[in-house]
């Protein structure tokens, strides 16, 4: 049965309470970005994610970037949305805003966003949904923001690893099986 799907799972996602059909790719690895910049370990990207896709937690997580004025990209993930800033911030701001946004997402270790949409089948035409907010964006996070979208649609891996830290991990299947009783 672990043919081309590691497993199939019905979840009522809390979102749209509509029942839906996850499979999992037979993937083992990933890749993520490091949220420190590459050349600069005194300095940290603001990346976030969380398992919901409600209006209401996206509004607040949107706010809170605005509200540190931070541009960002986020894009819709199959449980959720990822939340990314390029802008380089100190580790005391880091730290202090992680902390603030941490009980939307209390099992995620934050240091790392995943790039590679390869733990669900479909996933890939699911990341292309999203948006960004250049709001207090200078020219060149304007510019690195939208590099960064299309790095990540075409999956330039080898040019996203130039310009950014990735690092490779495994799937956590045991968190994802807790991230997924959840939401059931």
């Known amino acids: 049965m672990q043919a081309n799907i590691i497993e199939k799972q019905e979840i009522q996602t809390k979102l749209q309470g509509n029942k839906e059909l996850l499979e999992r790719t037979k993937e083992k690895l990933t890749k ?4 420190i910049p590459k050349g600069n370990r005194e300095s940290r990207y603001l ?5 919901s896709k409600k209006e209401s937690i996206v509004s607040m997580v949107h706010n809170f970037y605005n509200d540190h004025f931070m541009p960002f ?3 819709e993930t199959t449980l959720g949305w990822h939340f ?3 802008r380089k911030i100190s580790k005391t701001e880091y730290n202090s805003f992680i902390k603030q946004l941490k009980p939307l997402n209390p099992d995620c270790p934050l240091t790392t966003l995943r790039v590679k949409p390869n733990k669900w089948i479909g996933e890939k035409e699911i990341w292309k949904n999203g ?3 250049f709001t207090y964006a200078t020219a060149k996070e304007r510019a690195d923001l939208q590099e960064f ?3 990540l649609d075409f999956q330039f891996m080898g040019l996203m690893d130039k310009k950014y ?11 994802e099986k807790k991230r997924i009783a959840k939401l059931k």
């Open 149 to 151: 979208k299309k790095m």
């Open 131 to 133: 948006f960004f907010d």
């Open 165 to 175: 830290n990735l690092v490779v991990y495994p799937f956590d299947d045991k968190r």
């Open 73 to 75: 990209y986020a894009h």
């Open 84 to 86: 990314i800033s390029l």
């Open 32 to 35: 993520g970005i490091l949220c």
């Open 47 to 51: 990346l976030f994610e969380f398992d």
